[in-house]
């Protein structure tokens, strides 16, 4: 019999539980980006170490906490949270020395998830409200050249060996670190930032100190860019697009916690592409009679719904999650007082094109915040932002992450933090997005087919992703280049000739999948196994089911790998 898996509330032993929490204060003392996500007093004026000899400690420290598992387990398999803990905790280990053999650090460039762009977040994150918090920050500051220079030597070893990222991915990060530089009046986004001690204030010392450090910065970065453009990009000519077969195995364990099936899953997502064409058609008419989808988001993007203005967007998502938080709590979800706090922000110049949304500190003194990029728009139409905010907010990922705050001291830090898997956590974002369609929420035509476009584009990821990667056939059915094989290029035409999204959004992203193998796919695949959880629990539970409790309970379980979450959902 499996384990009652009903409760938040964990029983028994908890030492596999307490060698995972041990796991995470030993890599935030590595990784004190980590530390400030979580709001932990660890190395707050400290950076990574980006160079091979950073990765090479990270992967000792990953070899002995699998040792340590090993001996917590030789009692026996655990049961309840535990075994949960362990099984998780087993794979993720596992998975980064994968990737780490793999030699995927070596070539690791990204508009959204490489490690300078972490370091630059990483500010975003940290308190600022006294003169200790600027130190600090100033400290920190000064620590980017040398954060720089370790990723640099990096990319060299790389180069060395033959793992260079893809010339796309290059040109991008190359013009994302020029947009960093002209911000602020050309005098760099650091500039910009320490400006913000002028509301403290902070002493004239550590003011000084600030924009020597803020220059400092600015200047190695500049520095980065010139030996990306002067010395790397011209090594990536001939650099195929895609990361191959082995690679992408890899990069798909890490980003949904399961082997997957490319074949299976790339025939699968080309199903829900044709699924959703035809939805899309049918909505698109009620939208402007006789118009084709794209033709309906077009007139939706002229004559919908607009608010102008940065400041009026802003306030305009803060109201909309605000309400979402009014309307399901009590209803559909329990929300503590701390969880009903997220704020709606601005992402600075230079982000990628997509939204995306960090999660509260452990404290909650940091809330949870949604992030848009405006980049360079001041007229807003909102028919594409409804579904998206409940993706990025509530119910999506701030009910999820906030959740697991509130009980990771019951399970463990670990399994509620940096444990997530982007399949349990994109995927319950998604399915988020489906649950308040199902609930009424998306009853206006512009809305919904802004919903339906948002399904599409991950249904297409699924297909471009794999596709990119392994180079398949396209199939013969599609209206695009059937019975050629995918590029970069086609890919973009793709999305161009299905999405709502603009061409500038449509070129992030597809730099984006580039150069992460697999984390485009972790959506779909992740909302199927949500959704499939969820029918087997009502199947299970008959007329009992309670559709809230199971929200919370699947809420308070942390974080699943995908190899397991469809089964651990059903016996919730």
Same mark, same amino acid.
């Given at each position: 019999?499996?384990?009652?898996?009903?409760?938040?509330?964990?029983?028994?032993?908890?030492?596999?539980?307490?060698?995972?929490?041990?796991?995470?204060?030993?890599?935030?003392?590595?990784?004190?980006?980590?530390?400030?996500?979580?709001?932990?007093?660890?190395?707050?004026?400290?950076?990574?170490?980006?160079?091979?000899?950073?990765?090479?400690?990270?992967?000792?420290?990953?070899?002995?906490?699998?040792?340590?598992?090993?001996?917590?387990?030789?009692?026996?398999?655990?049961?309840?949270?535990?075994?949960?803990?362990?099984?998780?905790?087993?794979?993720?280990?596992?998975?980064?020395?994968?990737?780490?053999?793999?030699? !995927?650090?070596?070539?690791?460039?990204?508009?959204?998830?490489?490690?300078?762009?972490?370091?630059?977040?990483?500010?975003?994150?940290?308190?600022?409200?006294?003169?200790?918090?600027?130190?600090?920050?100033?400290?920190?500051?000064?620590?980017?050249?040398?954060?720089?220079?370790?990723?640099?030597?990096?990319?060299?070893?790389?180069?060395?060996?033959?793992?260079?990222?893809?010339?796309?991915?290059?040109?991008?990060?190359?013009?994302?670190?020029?947009?960093?530089?002209?911000?602020?009046?050309?005098?760099?986004?650091?500039?910009?930032?320490?400006?913000? #001690?002028?509301?403290?204030?902070?002493?004239?010392?550590?003011?000084?100190?600030?924009?020597? !450090?803020?220059?400092?910065?600015? !200047?190695?970065?500049?520095?980065?860019?010139?030996?990306?453009?002067?010395?790397?990009?011209?090594?990536?000519?001939?650099?195929?697009?895609?990361?191959?077969?082995?690679?992408?195995?890899?990069?798909?364990?890490?980003?949904?916690?399961?082997?997957?099936?490319?074949?299976?899953?790339?025939?699968?997502?080309?199903?829900?592409?044709?699924?959703?064409?035809?939805?899309?058609?049918?909505?698109?008419?009620?939208?402007?009679?006789?118009?084709?989808?794209?033709?309906?988001?077009?007139?939706?993007?002229?004559?919908?719904?607009?608010?102008?203005?940065?400041?009026?967007?802003?306030?305009?998502?803060? *109201?909309?999650?605000?309400?979402?938080?009014?309307?399901?709590?009590?209803?559909?979800?329990?929300?503590?007082?701390?969880?009903?706090?997220?704020?709606?922000?601005?992402?600075?110049?230079?982000?990628?094109?997509?939204?995306?949304?960090?999660?509260?500190?452990?404290?909650?003194?940091?809330?949870?915040?949604?992030?848009?990029?405006?980049?360079?728009?001041?007229?807003?139409?909102?028919?594409?932002?409804?579904?998206?905010?409940?993706?990025?907010?509530?119910?999506?990922?701030?009910?999820?992450?906030?959740?697991?705050?509130?009980?990771?001291?019951?399970?463990?830090?670990?399994?509620?933090?940096?444990?997530?898997?982007?399949?349990?956590?994109?995927?319950?974002?998604?399915?988020?997005?489906?649950?308040?369609?199902?609930?009424?929420?998306?009853?206006?035509?512009?809305?919904?087919?802004?919903?339906?476009?948002?399904?599409?584009?991950?249904?297409?990821?699924?297909?471009?992703?794999?596709?990119?990667?392994?180079?398949?056939?396209?199939?013969?059915?599609?209206?695009? #280049?059937?019975?050629?094989?995918?590029?970069?290029?086609?890919?973009?035409?793709?999305?161009?000739?299905?999405?709502?999204?603009?061409?500038?959004?449509?070129?992030?992203?597809?730099?984006?999948?580039?150069?992460?193998?697999? *984390?485009?796919?972790?959506?779909?695949?992740?909302?199927?196994?949500?959704?499939?959880?969820?029918?087997?629990?009502?199947?299970?539970?008959?007329?009992?089911?309670?559709?809230?409790?199971?929200?919370?309970?699947?809420?308070?379980?942390?974080?699943?790998?995908?190899?397991?979450?469809?089964?651990?959902?059903?016996?919730?």
């Amino acid at each position: 019999m499996p384990d009652d898996t009903r409760s938040a509330a964990p029983s028994g032993p908890r030492t596999i539980r307490d060698v995972a929490d041990s796991y995470v204060l030993a890599l935030a003392e590595l990784q004190p980006v980590l530390a400030t996500r979580l709001g932990l007093d660890i190395a707050a004026d400290q950076l990574p170490d980006l160079s091979p000899a950073g990765q090479d400690a990270r992967d000792e420290l990953d070899r002995r906490t699998l040792a340590r598992l090993d001996e917590a387990e030789r009692g026996g398999e655990p049961a309840g949270d535990e075994r949960r803990c362990a099984r998780l905790l087993r794979e993720r280990l596992s998975s980064n020395l994968a990737e780490s053999e793999s030699g !995927a650090d070596l070539c690791d460039m990204s508009n959204v998830f490489g490690p300078v762009q972490a370091v630059r977040g990483s500010f975003l994150m940290m308190p600022a409200a006294t003169e200790h918090d600027w130190a600090n920050i100033a400290g920190r500051m000064g620590r980017v050249r040398q954060a720089v220079d370790g990723y640099r030597a990096t990319l060299t070893e790389g180069l060395r060996r033959g793992l260079v990222a893809a010339p796309l991915q290059a040109q991008t990060f190359i013009g994302q670190l020029d947009q960093w530089a002209a911000a602020t009046d050309g005098r760099g986004w650091a500039a910009g930032f320490v400006a913000g #001690a002028a509301s403290v204030p902070v002493s004239p010392p550590l003011q000084a100190r600030l924009e020597a !450090a803020a220059q400092d910065a600015t !200047a190695a970065l500049a520095g980065l860019r010139d030996w990306l453009a002067g010395t790397y990009l011209p090594r990536t000519a001939g650099v195929r697009d895609g990361a191959g077969a082995e690679r992408y195995r890899v990069g798909a364990r890490s980003w949904t916690g399961a082997d997957i099936d490319p074949a299976e899953t790339y025939a699968w997502g080309w199903s829900q592409y044709l699924e959703l064409r035809e939805e899309m058609r049918r909505q698109a008419g009620l939208v402007r009679p006789g118009a084709s989808a794209v033709e309906a988001m077009r007139h939706l993007d002229e004559h919908g719904e607009v608010v102008d203005g940065e400041e009026g967007i802003r306030q305009w998502l803060q *109201q909309m999650t605000d309400t979402a938080v009014d309307d399901l709590d009590g209803t559909h979800f329990d929300l503590t007082a701390r969880m009903r706090v997220v704020e709606a922000r601005l992402a600075p110049a230079g982000s990628a094109a997509a939204p995306y949304y960090t999660p509260p500190s452990q404290d909650f003194s940091r809330p949870g915040r949604t992030w848009l990029p405006t980049l360079g728009r001041t007229r807003f139409p909102v028919w594409d932002l409804v579904s998206t905010w409940y993706h990025e907010g509530v119910p999506g990922h701030h009910l999820q992450y906030a959740q697991w705050t509130e009980v990771s001291s019951q399970l463990s830090m670990y399994q509620t933090s940096i444990g997530g898997v982007s399949a349990c956590t994109e995927g319950w974002a998604l399915y988020a997005e489906r649950l308040m369609d199902e609930l009424g929420y998306l009853s206006d035509p512009g809305a919904r087919l802004g919903y339906l476009d948002a399904q599409m584009l991950r249904a297409m990821r699924v297909v471009a992703d794999i596709g990119m990667h392994l180079e398949l056939v396209i199939p013969a059915d599609s209206p695009l #280049a059937p019975g050629q094989r995918w590029t970069a290029a086609l890919g973009r035409e793709f999305f161009i000739m299905h999405s709502g999204r603009n061409e500038a959004f449509i070129d992030s992203e597809i730099v984006r999948y580039l150069s992460a193998p697999g *984390q485009a796919i972790s959506y779909k695949v992740g909302e199927r196994a949500w959704l499939e959880g969820r029918r087997a629990a009502r199947a299970a539970r008959g007329s009992d089911f309670d559709l809230k409790a199971w929200h919370m309970a699947a809420l308070s379980a942390g974080s699943l790998g995908l190899a397991d979450l469809a089964e651990e959902l059903a016996l919730l």
